[in-house]
Every structure is written in structure tokens, then in C-alpha cells.
Nanobody, 119 residues
Framework: QVQLVESGGGLVQAGGSLRLSCAAA??????TGWFRQAPGKEREFVAA????????YYADSAKGRFTISRDNANNMVYLEMNSLKPEDTAVYYC??????????????WGQGTQVTVSS
């Protein structure tokens, strides 16, 4: 079993930065992804990282602005978000136990953390 708890969400002005954290418990050596979901929209892939941090993957909307990283020694996964835009506003979820860009491929999910970007 894997338990995930996100933190770091909040309100930020457009152009600002925010770092999301995902604390994991249980089986932590697993591929991990970040997804987001805005009201009325489907949950979409943002970024993913392999268990050893050797490979990272980004949605087109995140490339060049977001950075996913992990610290396995502390069972943490991070999403550094820079140059935030209002369209980044969503609930951000940490997911584990899967590979790919589809939510159905992941087994474990956190409860989400709200990110709101004002203009």
C-alpha cells in the first residue's frame, strides 16, 4: 500500500512560483506522477518521474515551466512550478504505482492540493 499526502498549494499571482510536495508512505520505490483537474474538466497529466529519478516526463503545458523531482531518502516527490498562469488553476494530485499519462494507469492517489493563479 502507498499513502500520499500533497501540500504546498495556495494562491499565487500570475508569473509567480509554487512548489508542491508529495509525502509518501508505504512502498515508495514506484513511478510517481502529478495530475491536475480543473472544475468541469477531465483529470490531466502534468509530469511524471521514474522511481530512481532517472527519467522525467512532462505535458506540453508544463515543459519549460515545471520541474518534477524526488528525494527517495526522505520519501518525497516535488513539483516546482514557475511562470504560473491562470490556466494552471486546478487541484493537483500526486499519484503513484503506475506509468504513463493516463490516470487509470495509477493505483494510488493523494487527496489533492488546490492551486489558484490570479491574474
Amino acid at each position: 500500500q502507498v499513502q500520499l499526502v500533497e501540500s504546498g498549494g495556495g494562491l499565487v499571482q500570475a508569473g509567480g512560483s509554487l512548489r508542491l510536495s508529495c509525502a509518501a508512505a508505504g512502498r515508495t520505490f514506484t513511478n510517481t506522477g502529478w495530475f491536475r483537474q480543473a472544475p468541469g474538466k477531465e483529470r490531466e497529466f502534468v509530469a511524471a518521474i521514474t522511481w530512481n529519478g532517472g527519467r522525467t516526463y512532462y505535458a506540453d503545458s508544463a515543459k519549460g515551466r515545471f520541474t518534477i523531482s524526488r528525494d527517495n531518502a526522505n520519501n518525497m516527490v516535488y513539483l516546482e512550478m514557475n511562470s504560473l498562469k491562470p490556466e494552471d488553476t486546478a487541484v493537483y494530485y500526486c499519484a503513484a504505482g503506475g506509468v504513463g499519462v493516463r490516470p487509470s494507469e495509477y493505483t494510488y492517489w493523494g487527496q489533492g492540493t488546490q492551486v489558484t493563479v490570479s491574474s
